[in-house]
């Protein structure tokens, strides 16, 4: 991806609200790291750890925070949020490239569907019957949008995306390359030691502003939809269960897997690995780091974390060993001060009251 022709660090700093220090004149064309950086760059310092490249920065502009103005030697963009302000300015140096209207000639398009004027069919791409594609929407090559799929304004579906039948996509959305929406759930009755297939009938809802990673995969509903709320943004190689419901804004990195029907609310961050049980509910404003285990329901807003740390092997496998004796180990405590069985502790009931 190349960036535009040049922008001034004046017409920057009006832009996006920055106190600008030095020259106004100083055209950046690129973004690069703080380290790595040339006056054609503009970079930025968020995380503290890297501020030891902050004085050697040959970078055209640094955006950073205000207290830290005067400890850089070069042109600084100050903001509250350096990060979400580098962010922007990216995006105004690298923006999408631009698809031309209209259907490729290899493009196949069922004759009921309603597709925009201004939106770009690109080759191979499949469109089924009575499918609804808005103004200035990308279909991407290879990719399937199947029977009855709604798409909003300006989404993009970058290649090998499917859409199954009945979803619904809200504006602005991107989907990455071989995202599967809609897919059946993993919905199974038993039955005298066979497993009988549940259709499932519901299907899954994508708000606005949505970014969904590369080969994640959500599952339609089995009775009543899926829903991803707005401004939801999945990293790669996530799956996303039938009924999953994931409140607006809310972000889950890479190989998090969510079980069916769980509710997870509002500007949640889910990190890498995490592994959600179904049918609980995660509240608002919740933070669960990397490869935790969520299985009950989080009710309060907090960071929550599970799981061990890597370690040397012998001292690991030490551990492992004893931890494998820690209710023996507990029960004889209890019997030695007298107390109560243990099976009235709440934490001895693996349901943990779901």
């Known amino acids: 991806m190349s960036a535009q022709p040049g922008l001034s660090l004046g017409e920057l700093a009006v832009r996006f609200g920055c106190v600008l220090k030095g020259d106004p004149d100083v055209r950046v064309t690129r973004v690069a790291a703080l380290e790595s950086a040339d006056a054609a760059s503009v970079t930025f310092l968020a ?3 890297y501020r030891r490249y902050l004085q050697q920065t040959k970078a055209g502009a640094v955006v950073l925070d205000p207290k830290l103005a005067d400890a850089c030697p070069v042109n600084a963009l100050l903001a509250k ?3 979400a302000t580098y962010a922007r300015i990216a995006a105004l140096l690298y923006p999408a490239p631009a698809a031309p209207p209209g259907r490729h000639s290899t493009a196949v398009v069922d004759s009921t569907a309603n597709i925009d004027p201004s939106a770009s069919i690109g080759p191979h791409a499949v469109i089924g ?3 609804s594609v808005g103004a200035r929407t990308v279909i991407g090559p290879g990719c399937v949008v199947m029977d009855d799929v709604r798409i909003g304004e300006d989404t993009r579906l970058t290649a090998n995306v499917t859409l199954c039948q009945g979803v619904v996509v809200g504006s602005r959305c991107l989907m990455h390359p071989s995202v599967v929406i809609g897919a059946d759930g993993f919905g199974l009755a038993p039955d005298q030691g066979e ?5 499932q009938v519901g299907t899954v809802r994508i708000g606005n502003d949505v970014e969904i990673g590369a080969s994640t995969t959500i599952d339609r509903g089995a009775i009543d939809d899926t829903v991803i709320g707005d401004g939801v943004k999945l990293d790669n190689q996530i799956q996303i269960g039938h009924n999953v419901r994931i409140g607006a804004h809310t972000a889950i990195a890479g190989c998090a897997g969510i079980s069916g029907s769980a509710v997870i609310g509002q500007r949640c961050m889910i990190g890498g690995m995490v592994g959600v049980a179904g049918h609980l509910t995660i509240c608002d404003d919740v933070v669960v780091t990397g490869k935790s285990f969520v299985n009950s329901s989080i009710r309060q ?3 929550y974390s599970s799981g061990i740390p890597v370690d040397e092997t012998p001292r690991f496998r030490k551990n492992a060993a004893r931890f494998q004796r820690l209710d023996e180990f507990v029960r004889e405590v209890r019997r030695e001060r007298g107390a109560g069985p243990e099976s009235d502790d709440a934490a001895s009931d693996p349901t943990n009251g779901e």
Request: proline share 24%.
């Open 301 to 303: 807003p907090g960071y």
């Open 47 to 49: 995380n503290p750890r």
């Open 129 to 131: 019957a009575r499918v």
């Open 195 to 199: 497993w009988l297939k549940v259709p």
């Open 81 to 83: 949020n350096p990060y």
